[in-house]
């Protein structure tokens, strides 16, 4: 920018000579001979006449001293004279003889006389005093003398606050050459230390100073501390996407009161994983509302997905989850003493069933035997087609009734405390590259033929899982397969995300013999509940992968930014919760194209500018932000309604619709 600058510089002084300066420094160039005045050729002659006097100098200087003693007249005469010839010589006063003295007499009086003339017709009164032109020209010469001096003061004030504003530019630059340096020798050496050392807590403060300044040091580097024109560089990953027009809508009519009477009463087995659990209770709350139903506090899983014997009242705030829905649902924790001897009437409700087949088929029977029990709670109620009622209040028990149990929100919030450091951004990444999820899909890309081997063997051994033979390599082009953990550090190095930026892994382990060792070279600030906690928080976790899954749902809900690598329940759990607590940025990986920019960059196609061109490009839209779900030809298929709650619980604002 400098040279730039300088280059500017001399073309406009350039320019301005050629447009008119240029004949102005000629006119008055010492090297131009032409007439100036008509005074300048007089001035010749007399430089001419001195010339001749010049040699008599040395002879006449004691008669010249001699004349300086004669009359007042005769002084001011030869002043004039001295002013009429060369600055340089003085005029010799004659004394010598008439005949050496009587040319340049005459020729000093015509002079005078001229001169005379002149002064006199310049001579300016001020107050009795006169002011001839020496005086006017002394006078101007001061006031030349004080405007220099004036920009000479300026100029230095100018270049001392200059000085001393770089000076500290530089310091600042050097400081954060330092931070940097500094950062990065801290988090080497925080990977070779325990972590359980960070958060011991009682007697260790020095400890917990330098984990402070390891915090501090790390968001420098990661540009959430930084100069302006580094966070301006990375704000633009970390924003959200425009969600102004849209507002979350879920509150129910105040003029509608709870019905008393019930149909019976409705027990219920929430199977699967946390979250596919969680979708079951929302389901069900909504059912027993379209059923007239008493709903008794849902049972859970313990076998199906992990050997966890956690309850209902292990995982979730079971009396806020009460008495929040009292308005809504009658539910009760657990059957009246008269119903409680009843064989209850088991039933497996069918899937993506509507508001019509409950009502038609299952209310008779519940009608009939008092107690009924749904065997299964997933997916047995439909995405769209519901009444706007139904669908809002399945978002008021997702968003809002179940909270998880005190434990759970606890360290949570510890956690995210941890991650943020002083208010930092961080990225939650839920990568879905665990052993069971990859036999399940058949995916195996970069793993050796003996992983390969044993995923086939675990997925035949699974007598659930229908699909045994699958082409792996065919499926990753489809996008079918979740991202390995070096396509995930490609898709976050080319959004932009920095190196140091601090990732929380939601998610079990990764399988493969050094799979995770490409995402943690290049981001080494990777976190899970394990590493940020101490072994005595950890302890009430132990063996209850619900729970653990629980705290993991509450950090990645906090993050500034979430990424999944493979559809799942956590996944469409999250998201959809984000969306509706303001769309939050969640980016949403365009997998089948994505996979065919990572071939192309591995063959060396293209280039690594233009492969992060080409996935910025991909995934633009792929943020989070608000679109409208729309329903699918096989609701299997379909936007999944706890993915993306709109329309049902977010809506388009408003001013006059006071429904919301």
């Not at 559809?567 to 919760?577: L, S």
């Amino acid at each position: 920018m400098g040279h730039h600058h300088n280059s500017h510089h001399h073309h406009t002084a350039a320019a301005a000579a050629d447009d008119g300066g240029g004949l102005s420094q000629r006119v008055n160039s010492p090297r131009f001979s032409g007439p100036m005045t008509r005074r300048a050729h007089s001035f010749k002659r007399n430089n001419n006449q001195n010339n001749n006097q010049n040699n008599n100098s040395n002879n006449s200087s004691q008669n010249t001293n001699n004349g300086n003693s004669t009359s007042g007249s005769s002084h001011h005469h030869e002043i004039i004279d001295l002013q009429l010839n060369s600055p340089r010589s003085e005029t010799p006063v004659s004394g010598d003889g008439p005949d050496s003295s009587r040319p340049a007499h005459f020729s000093s009086v015509a002079q005078r006389v001229h001169l005379r003339r002149k002064i006199s017709s310049l001579s300016v009164d001020l107050g009795g005093f006169g002011l001839e032109l020496k005086g006017k020209k002394k006078l101007g010469q001061w006031m030349f003398l004080m405007f220099c001096g004036l920009c000479l003061f300026l100029g230095a004030v100018k270049i001392c606050a200059t000085g001393w504003f770089g000076s500290a530019i530089d310091r600042i630059g050097s400081n954060q050459d330092m931070y940097d340096s500094t950062a990065s020798h801290l988090r080497n050496q925080h990977d070779q230390v325990p972590h359980d050392f960070a958060f011991t807590g009682k007697g260790h403060d020095n400890g917990m100073r330098e984990i402070e300044v390891e915090q501090t040091l790390t968001m420098v580097a990661s540009g959430v501390v930084n100069t302006r024109d580094n966070v301006a560089d990375h704000s633009e990953i970390w924003s959200h996407p425009n969600s102004d027009n849209f507002t979350q809508c879920i509150g129910r009519p105040k003029h509608k009161k709870l019905d008393l009477k019930t149909n019976g009463y409705l027990l219920t087995n929430a199977n699967g994983g946390l979250n596919q659990m969680r979708f079951g209770i929302c389901d069900m709350v909504a059912v027993a509302k379209i059923m007239k139903a008493t709903l008794v506090l849902p049972s859970l899983d313990h076998t199906s997905y992990w050997a966890d014997d956690s309850g209902f009242k292990d995982l979730f705030d079971w009396q806020y989850f009460i008495e929040s829905l009292q308005g809504d649902v009658h539910i009760i924790d657990s059957l009246p003493p008269e119903y409680a001897g009843i064989e209850p009437f088991s039933k497996t409700p069918i899937s993506w069933s509507k508001v019509s087949y409950y009502r038609t088929e299952v209310v008779p029977l519940l009608q009939q035997h008092k107690v009924m029990y749904f065997t299964h709670t997933d997916s047995r109620l439909a995405n769209n087609g519901l009444p706007t009622s139904i669908q809002r209040l399945r978002c008021q028990v997702n968003y809002r009734a179940l909270k998880y149990s005190a434990p759970i929100e606890d360290l949570g919030k510890t956690l995210v405390s941890r991650m943020r450091q002083n208010g930092g951004p961080y990225l939650a990444l839920h990568l879905r590259y665990e052993k069971d999820m990859l036999a399940f899909t058949g995916c195996s890309h970069n793993l050796t033929t003996e992983e390969d081997n044993e995923l086939r063997q675990m997925r035949n051994e699974v007598s659930h899982w229908k699909e045994k033979e699958i082409d792996g390599a065919e499926r990753r082009k489809l996008g079918g397969c979740p991202l390995t953990p070096r396509e995930t550090a490609l898709l976050l190095k080319a959004l932009g995300f920095p190196s140091s930026t601090r990732i929380y892994l939601v998610a079990g382990e990764a399988y493969g013999n050094g799979s995770m060792q490409y995402l943690t070279d290049t981001f080494p600030n990777i976190f899970s509940h394990s590493s940020l906690s101490t072994e005595v928080e950890l302890n009430p976790f132990r063996h209850h992968q619900n729970m653990l899954a629980g705290l993991d749902y509450v950090v990645a809900l906090e993050s500034n930014v979430f990424v999944y690598t493979y559809d799942g329940n956590m996944a469409k759990a999250v998201q959809g919760h984000r969306r509706f607590e303001g769309f939050k940025k969640t980016i949403n990986p365009d997998r089948m194209n994505f996979v065919k920019v990572v071939d192309e960059f591995d063959e060396g196609k293209i280039s690594w500018k233009k492969f992060s061109s080409k996935v910025k490009k991909l995934h633009k839209d792929r943020n989070g932000g608000p679109y409208t779900r729309e329903p699918g030809e096989f609701p299997k298929l379909e936007e999944s309604f706890y993915a993306n709650p709109l329309p049902g619980c977010i809506c388009e604002r408003n001013p006059e619709d006071r429904s919301y």
